[in-house]
């Protein structure tokens, strides 16, 4: 009997030390707050409508850098939704960012429909994963509309992390696309897989500890249009709470045999 309680301790002792896979509802994102960093000159702030629900979000207006933030300081996550560019106007950026500290500095994955010169720097075609790192944590002061358009190369306080381009590697117009985000839920690793339908299109690692917490956000800058859907995100427990947690079912068990043991 005691080599089965011991194999049960053992294999839910495993379990409870493998992320959660459960996911929630699609969240509610009436609470969420819409930031766009509009430079002097530039084309705008962003226009994030709720739809019926409050589970959909479109960005409505060719803006600059927008971003529609959950206020969740988080320090490891998974998150899986949909966007969907739904209309044929304009070829730039949709996507999203996370380990959001403030306005500069973060981690962002954005995708260019087709490559593209503007405001002096060009644009590849594909996907991209960005670190941002400002000094003063006020984007406007830090960061340019330059460092946001730039996907190439390092460019002022923006580091590329990581890229697919191609010239068979943007998003297409009125196309359904999901995604799958883990950050920092393998200490230091961002993992995003992208996928149309049952078809990945980039799965990629990275390791990076600039930022091991922060907040999670949609973001497009100058495309109008592009709805985000069906949002789930999954905290996951830190190392310590899993250890709390085994600590508790190992006392309940041997606790359970004493018990036993003392009627017998």
């Known amino acids: 009997m005691m080599k089965k309680n011991l194999r049960y301790l053992a294999t839910a002792g495993l379990f409870l030390l493998t992320p959660l896979a459960t996911h929630a509802a699609p969240i509610d994102l009436s609470s969420w707050t819409p930031l766009t960093l509009n430079y002097p000159g530039g084309q705008g702030a962003g226009s994030w409508v709720l739809e019926p629900g409050n589970t959909a979000v479109k960005q409505v207006i060719n803006a600059d850098p927008s971003f529609f933030l959950n206020n969740l300081n988080l320090s490891s996550y998974s998150v899986d939704g949909s966007w969907q560019v739904t209309t044929t106007s304009d070829d730039d950026y ?142 996951v427990p830190e190392p310590e709470t899993y250890a709390m947690l085994l600590a508790g079912l190992v006392l309940t068990g041997f606790a359970a045999r004493r018990r036993k043991a003392a009627q017998v």
């Open 94 to 235: 949709m996507g999203f960012v996370f380990g959001y500290q403030n306005s500069s500095n973060f981690y962002l994955f954005d995708w260019k429909q087709v490559a593209q010169g503007y405001v002096g720097r060009n644009a590849a075609e594909g996907m991209t994963i960005k670190e941002f790192h400002g000094a003063t944590g006020n984007g406007l002061a830090d960061l340019s509309l330059e460092e946001f358009w730039e996907n190439t190369t390092n460019f002022g306080d923006m580091e590329i992390l990581a890229t697919n381009h191609s010239s068979s590697k943007g998003w297409a117009d009125n196309v359904l696309y999901n995604f799958h985000l883990d950050f920092n839920v393998n200490p230091g690793e961002i993992h995003i897989v992208v996928s149309q339908g049952a078809t990945e299109l980039w799965n990629v690692t990275v390791v990076d500890t600039t930022f091991t917490s922060g907040q999670f956000g949609f973001y497009n800058n100058s495309q109008e249009n592009v709805r985000y859907a069906g949002f789930e995100v999954t905290p």
